[in-house]
């Protein structure tokens, strides 16, 4: 916010692509996009040092009595979570460090947690059980919430003894409508048992989905009824 002059700093960076997708544009190479890149209402050619916690680790802060989950603004939802306690759940990309960009807030009398950030809320590349076997969740709205760095949504068994990590829905029992519209699934390899188990699930939007890179989709709706 310092900056008063930044004539030509991004001149002729014509590669530049900030987080959520803001491409270089010859009008602006001067500090008027230095900034991170909050998209069409606040482009940037920057890109946060932060993402969201991997997905195993994000599970483990999820209420098992949570029926709702909301990725969004902080500026839509402070008056949501005014008085509740945030717990931190993104770190820094290079030294997993916790950060305090990304903050988690649950309401005990709604069930409802609410992941807000000030900026776009980058996804860890490992989103493997992310939300693995939390049977109470009915509805996660996906508002802000950016996979473009995303390479991992599925199944992976390790060793003889079939240790293994989960799919990203997978035993989420009781969703029954998911709208993946935004999600960009393009650096995706392992989408294998993405949504094992999810067996009340009636509607499901993928209209997004590029599943060019995908090697694994084994078990994909593996235990599906309702479509």
């Not at 306690?85 to 960009?101: A, M, W």
């Not at 950016?146 to 799919?167: A, E, H």
């Amino acid at each position: 916010d310092s900056v008063t002059d930044g004539y030509d700093m991004f001149y002729d960076c014509t590669s530049l692509v900030g987080q959520a997708g803001t491409v270089y544009n010859y009008l602006y190479t001067d500090e008027t996009y230095a900034y991170i890149d909050g998209g069409n209402e606040n482009p940037g050619y920057l890109t946060a040092g932060y993402a969201l916690v991997s997905g195993s680790n994000f599970n483990n802060y999820i209420d098992s009595n949570s029926t709702k989950i909301i990725f969004g603004d902080y500026s839509a939802y402070s008056s949501s979570v005014s008085g509740l306690t945030p717990t931190y759940v993104s770190q820094h990309v290079l030294t997993n460090e916790v950060t305090d960009d990304i903050q988690l807030y649950y309401s005990d009398s709604t069930k409802t947690i609410f992941i807000l950030s000030k900026s776009v809320i980058m996804a860890n590349d490992n989103c493997q059980g992310m939300f693995y076997n939390k049977t109470a969740l009915k509805s996660i709205q996906f508002e802000n919430f950016n996979t473009t760095n995303v390479t991992k949504m599925g199944i992976v068994t390790v060793g003889l003894m079939g240790s293994r990590d989960y799919g990203m829905f997978e035993g989420c029992s009781n969703l029954t409508n998911l709208d993946l519209s935004t999600f960009d699934t393009s650096k995706v390899t392992n989408m294998a048992g993405m949504f094992y188990g999810c067996s009340s699930l009636v509607s499901l939007d993928l209209s997004s989905f590029d599943t060019s890179n995908v090697t694994h989709m084994s078990m994909v709706t593996y235990s599906w009824s309702g479509i």
